[in-house]
């Protein structure tokens, strides 16, 4: 099993920042992607950013330019950089990744409990 436990949530005023962390932990073997995703109250959960092994990243339109995701591979972490924060980003944002557990070739899905981020305006 894996486990993954958000931090870093808040409240801030429209145009400051706040950076989200993700840690990782449990049985693993291999983490693929990572990711961070995002629910409004009274809104279906929405795709944030996502990060590869390797890399390389993919943004909602909603948030690109000003969000940067990031991860420590080593230590099995992933972080959201959020800056310019519009009221709009207020969700709670949820931490995702596909892991393997083990040395069969198979990945699971996991997500973490959420941190709640508010922006005032």
């Known amino acids: 099993q894996v486990q993954l436990v958000e931090s870093g949530g808040g409240l801030v005023q429209a145009g400051g920042s706040l950076r989200l962390s993700c840690a990782a932990s449990?049985?693993?073997?291999?983490?693929?992607?990572m990711g961070w995703y995002r629910q409004a109250p009274g809104k279906q959960r929405e795709l944030v950013a996502t990060i590869t092994s390797g890399g390389g990243t993919k943004y909602s339109d909603s948030v690109k330019g000003r969000f940067t995701i990031s991860r420590d591979n080593a230590k099995n972490m992933v972080y959201l950089q959020m800056n310019s924060l519009k009221p709009e980003d207020t969700a709670v944002y949820y931490c995702?990744?596909?892991?393997?557990?083990?040395?069969?070739?198979?990945?699971?899905?996991?997500w973490g409990q959420g941190t709640q981020v508010t922006v005032s305006s």
């Open positions: 995702n990744s596909d892991a393997r557990t083990s040395f069969r070739p198979v990945y699971y899905n996991y």
């Open positions: 449990g049985t693993i073997f291999n983490i693929n992607a």
